[in-house]
C-alpha cells in the first residue's frame, strides 16, 4: 500500500543557470528520498516531457506547463507586469490557489521574492520578507537573515527578522529558544550605525534570546543560533562562505596530487578528507525560506547542481510539514513586544 502524500511541491523546472537537466534529476532523487513528497514540475511542457524521458509517468510527479521564464538578469518589476505565464509566477500561482503547499526556485531572487509578495502577499505585522538560509560552521550551522532581499533596513525590519528566524528555527530545528546576534562591525554598543543601535534595543527590551552584537567571524566560530543582518552583509556573507569552502577543496586536493609522496599521504588521509569536504560542502545548505509571506517559497541558489536542488526541495518539504507558516503568523503577536518594534 503506498504512504499517503502529505507535501506537494511545486519546481520552477527552468529557474537557474541549470535548468531542466538540474530540477529533473534533483526531482527524481527527491521523489526516491521521499515517500511522502508529491512534486510539480513548471515549465515548457514537451521539454519537461523530454528530460523525464522513460520517468514521465512517475505516479508522485506531475507537469504543470508555462511557456516563459524569468532571465536571470531580468528586473524583477519587467517579470511581475510582463512574465504572467513564466514557469516561476506559475509555480507561485499553484501555491496561492492551493494546488501546491511550496514553491522552489533557482531563478532570479529579485524577481521571485517580488512576484511572491505580489501573489502571495505578507502575514500581518511584516513589512517586507526576506530570505533566511543555514550557513556551515566550525561546529554546526547557523541561521542568517537576510541573505539578500533587502539591501537597506531600519530598526524595526531587523527586528522582524529576528523574530521570524526565532520561530522558523525553534520549528525547524527543534530549539526551543534559539539565541540571535546582531552582525555589527564591533560588539561594543558604541558600535554600528544608528538603525543597528536602536535594533539591538528593541532586541534588548524583547522576549528573543538575545545576546547582544556579532562581529563577522561569528558566523563561522560563533555560538549565537540565529544572526540578523541587512540583505547586503548576508549576501556577502553567503557567496563569501561558499567562495571561501571552493577554495580550500580546491588548494587541499592541489597539495595532496603535487607529487607521489604527497598522493600516498592523501591515500591515506582520504576518509578524513572526505568528511571535511562533506562538513564544508555548500550544496548541503542550500535552499533558503522567503519569510513573511502567507505560504512557502524556498530559493535555491542560481548555480545549484542536482544535490544542491534536492536539498532545497527538502527544506520545502520540511517547512510543510512543520506548518512553518502557520506558526510563524500565529506566534508573531504574541512571541515578543509588537513586530513593529513600539513598546
Known sequence: MSPPISATVALDAVGGDGGLGVTVAAALSSLQSHPDLSLVLVGPEDLIRRQLGDQVNQPRLQIQHA????EMDESPASALRFKKDSSMRVAINLVHEGRAEACVSAGNTGALMATSRFV?????GIDRPAICGVLPRATGQVHMMDLGANVECSAALLFQFGVMATIMVRYLDGIESPSVGLLNIGIENIKG???I???SELFRNSRLNYHGFVEGDAIFTGNVDIIVCDGFSGNVAL????????MLTRITREAFRHNWYSRLLGGLA????KSIFRRIDHRRYNGAALLGLRGTVIKSHGGA???AFAHAIGVARRAINTDLVKHIGEELSHLSSPVNGQN
Not at 511557456?67 to 524569468?70: G, K, P, Q, R
Request: aromatic share 4%.
Open 193 to 195: 550605525n544608528e538603525a
Open 197 to 199: 543601535k536602536e535594533a
Open 270 to 273: 582520504l576518509p578524513a578528507l
Open 239 to 246: 557567496k563569501t562562505s561558499e567562495g571561501l569552502a571552493q
Open 120 to 124: 502571495l502577499k505578507t502575514l500581518p
Open 67 to 70: 511557456a516563459e521564464y524569468v
Open 305 to 307: 547542481d542536482s544535490v
